[in-house]
């Protein structure tokens, strides 16, 4: 999917410049008083516009907008959809089946009701982030029953794993 978002985004990218250069030259065009390379009714609509004009500062927000958006996304961190075991190798887990099979081995330390776990990566660590209903006491547990998993797996060097234990609701 990051081929396919990469490519995508080159094409709009492309597609963008090449409109903005030739919306640049016909306007310069028009500004010097020549028909330009464009249709004669682009021509006579570009020297009778102008920047008061509603529909012309609609569409320059417009355009504006959708730029913010494009370069937004690009530049948003995303949760990763593959980890990396190591960084000599091609292998990869994806992440969120680690996090389903992180998620039960928290949820096999006996008192833990339910659990749910999220990774996070930075450069090649992993940190897992675990929420569970437990009782407090058994943090202990529930760090060591992630580092076992985590080594069953051949993780890469791990960063802190944080651990968020919620007491259990009880019935009144």
């Known amino acids: 999917m990051r081929t396919v978002n990469r490519v995508a985004t080159l094409l709009?990218?492309?597609?963008?410049?090449?409109?903005?250069?030739?919306?640049?030259?016909?306007?310069?065009?028009?500004?010097?008083?020549?028909?330009?390379?464009?249709?004669?009714?682009?021509?006579?609509?570009?020297?009778?516009?102008?920047?008061?004009?509603?529909?012309?500062?609609?569409?320059?927000?417009?355009?504006?907008?959708?730029?913010?958006?494009?370069?937004?996304?690009?530049?948003?961190?995303?949760?990763?959809?593959?980890?990396?075991?190591?960084?000599?190798d091609r292998w990869h887990l994806h992440r969120r089946s680690m996090e389903r099979r992180l998620a039960r081995?928290?949820?096999?330390?006996?008192?833990?009701?339910?659990?749910?776990?999220?990774?996070?990566?930075?450069?090649d660590a992993w940190r897992p982030r675990v929420t569970a209903t437990a009782d407090p006491a058994a943090r202990a547990d529930v760090e060591f029953a992630l580092r076992r998993e985590l080594d069953q797996l051949a993780a890469p060097r791990r960063g802190r794993i944080e651990v968020r234990l919620l007491p259990a609701r009880r019935a009144t």
């Open 12 to 88: 709009l990218a492309v597609a963008l410049l090449a409109g903005g250069a030739l919306a640049v030259a016909e306007g310069l065009l028009a500004a010097l008083g020549g028909p330009g390379p464009l249709v004669h009714r682009w021509y006579a609509t570009l020297t009778t516009t102008r920047w008061q004009d509603a529909p012309a500062r609609a569409v320059a927000g417009g355009v504006t907008l959708l730029g913010l958006v494009v370069l937004v996304a690009e530049l948003r961190r995303w949760r990763p959809a593959r980890l990396r075991l190591a960084e000599d």
């Open 105 to 123: 081995a928290v949820y096999a330390v006996p008192s833990v009701r339910r659990a749910r776990v999220r990774l996070r990566r930075r450069g």
